[in-house]
């Protein structure tokens, strides 16, 4: 009796803080799932996903545990009853099954929660779309964060069509991101360690071994920002924000060519993350206005993810990230000035500790009391209006299961009363853009979606110019490539 019982604690691993903090935020309004999209340009047979899902996803021990939360702490427990079958299912889209019908379709899957009962994840494989087939993945943010799943998904995949053993796509991958994150890793613990206090918990410094080495920063400096944080106006209100239903609608854009992209950067002097942003901040703008919303000079922030801890450790999943607020100037009518001061905004906070002071916010929340947790939560969802996240994947063609990936996409959950999510993903020298929003705020995604080229063409346009002027006419910048 006593060695059946120990056999069953040896199954239960302790749940780190902040992945705690995550498996708490989840709602009905808000699921905690992240949905990817992969595209594939033959078809795909659920044997042949089935066996990658075996030999590849399921290597990761955690796969085959659920989480399991109580009062006294959340943890990792083995199904005994692991189901193979109702984790991997195979789909089929309505009609012709088109672009918008897979979008529908993965709009539901969005907005069901996964079944608590069982490991939080799901893969869905449409077998006939746009002469290949589909796959959609639903992962619980608990078990890891956007660029730890990214690196999952990567590890699914070949870069030739027969699978190779000792492929290096790992290594180029990561050589690609080339993200400062040392100067940041370390002071994580301290930023933990006040982020406590202020929640009253008065939590020890919280140590772990993939955030590195503490670097020696001054606590005030960290102590500063968090109070800035904190003291952070509410988002103005806007046609963004608003009670949240239980439905999500999901969309992409016809992708961007990223040498395009990175010429807009040189010419301008900005990084392709800033042109990429201030092209979604002139796509929420041109939405608005066309919806009659007064926005003349308003500025509407999005949470940013920003990676902890070094890449080449993201395959031990968990979540190691914190939260930056970007500034969106959906009230400049100057698609330049936009990006100057998208641009501007994102210099000020790569030399800030915010992504750090938000780490230890969410690592106070993973053991603060439930009515805490809730009114912390409501604080800082209310300071944003949308999630965006954009991630460099693999500029090569990639393979799964011997299919071509043809394109891939992915959004994050939103949290609390935020109901837009934006994502962009690079793959393959193209850029794709995605949104999921709650239906009750955007009906129909596409509306937006389909601005994000036009405003990319606006900068594209005047930075090619050469000699383009700063101060050009507010009224034709508007009209601009309408």
């Given amino acids: 009796m006593a060695t059946k019982a120990r056999r069953k604690r040896a199954t239960r691993e302790p749940m780190s803080r902040v992945d705690t903090a995550w498996l708490r935020m989840e709602r009905g309004t808000n699921p905690m799932m992240i949905t990817g999209v992969l595209m594939f340009?033959?078809?795909?047979?659920?044997?042949?996903?089935?066996?990658?899902?075996?030999?590849?996803?399921?290597?990761?021990?955690?796969?085959?545990q659920k989480p399991v939360d109580t009062p006294a702490g959340a943890y990792w427990q083995d199904d005994e009853h692991f189901d193979l079958d109702w984790h991997v299912q195979l789909s089929a889209l309505p009609g012709k099954g088109g672009k918008r019908a897979l979008e529908r379709y993965v709009s539901q899957l969005a907005s069901s929660p996964l079944d608590a009962s069982r490991p939080l994840w799901q893969f869905h494989l449409v077998e006939s779309y746009d002469g290949g087939s589909a796959l959609v993945a639903r992962i619980h943010h608990s078990y890891a964060d956007g660029?730890?799943?990214?690196?999952?998904?990567?590890?699914?995949?070949?870069?030739?069509?027969?699978?190779?053993k000792g492929s290096d796509l790992d290594k180029a991958w990561l050589k690609e991101q080339g993200v400062p994150v040392a100067r940041r890793v370390g002071a994580a613990q301290r930023a933990m360690k006040l982020g406590g206090k202020m929640l009253g918990q008065g939590m020890a410094i919280y140590r772990d071994p993939s955030l590195g080495a503490l670097l020696a920063k001054e606590g005030s400096e960290i102590a500063r920002e968090l109070l800035q944080a904190l003291a952070l106006p509410d988002d103005p209100p806007s046609l963004l924000r608003g009670d949240?239903?239980?439905?999500?609608?999901?969309?992409?854009?016809?992708?961007?060519?990223?040498?395009?992209?990175?010429?807009?950067?040189?010419?301008?002097?900005f990084t392709v993350n800033d042109v990429l942003m201030a092209a979604a901040a002139g796509a929420l703008r041109s939405y608005l206005l066309e919806r009659g919303a007064d926005i003349d000079g308003i500025t509407l922030r999005a949470t940013v993810p920003v990676n902890l801890r070094p890449l080449e450790h993201a395959k031990k999943l968990g979540n190691h990230f914190g939260l930056v607020f970007l500034d969106l100037p959906v009230g400049e009518a100057n698609p330049m000035r936009r990006l100057e001061y998208v641009g501007e905004c994102m210099h000020q906070l790569k030399a800030s500790r915010q992504a750090i002071v938000a780490f230890g916010l969410l690592a106070a929340l993973g053991i603060a009391p439930p009515a805490v947790q809730s009114l912390a939560l409501e604080l800082l969802s209310r300071k944003a209006t949308t999630v965006a996240t954009n991630v460099?994947?693999?500029?090569?063609?990639?393979?799964?299961?011997?299919c071509t990936v043809r394109e891939m996409m992915f959004w994050v959950p939103q949290s609390g009363s935020i109901g837009v999510g934006i994502s962009i993903l690079s793959y393959n020298g193209r850029v794709h853009f995605g949104l999921i929003a709650d239906a009750k705020l955007i009906p129909d995604p596409d509306?937006?979606?389909?601005?994000?080229?036009?405003?990319?063409?606006?900068?594209l346009y005047l930075a090619l110019m050469g000699d383009w002027?700063?101060?050009?006419?507010?009224?034709?910048?508007?009209?601009?490539?309408?």
């Fill in 41 to 64: 340009a033959e078809p795909m047979s659920l044997k042949a996903l089935k066996q990658v899902v075996k030999t590849r996803f399921l290597d990761y021990a955690r796969f085959r």
């Fill in 392 to 402: 460099p994947g693999p500029q090569q063609p990639l393979y799964f299961a011997g």
């Fill in 469 to 482: 002027d700063r101060e050009l006419d507010s009224v034709a910048a508007e009209a601009l490539m309408a």
């Fill in 447 to 459: 509306a937006v979606i389909r601005r994000f080229g036009p405003e990319f063409d606006k900068l």
């Fill in 244 to 269: 949240l239903g239980t439905t999500k609608r999901v969309a992409w854009a016809e992708p961007l060519d990223l040498d395009d992209v990175k010429a807009v950067g040189r010419a301008t002097g």
């Fill in 147 to 164: 660029m730890a799943l990214v690196q999952v998904l990567l590890s699914l995949t070949d870069t030739s069509p027969t699978p190779m």
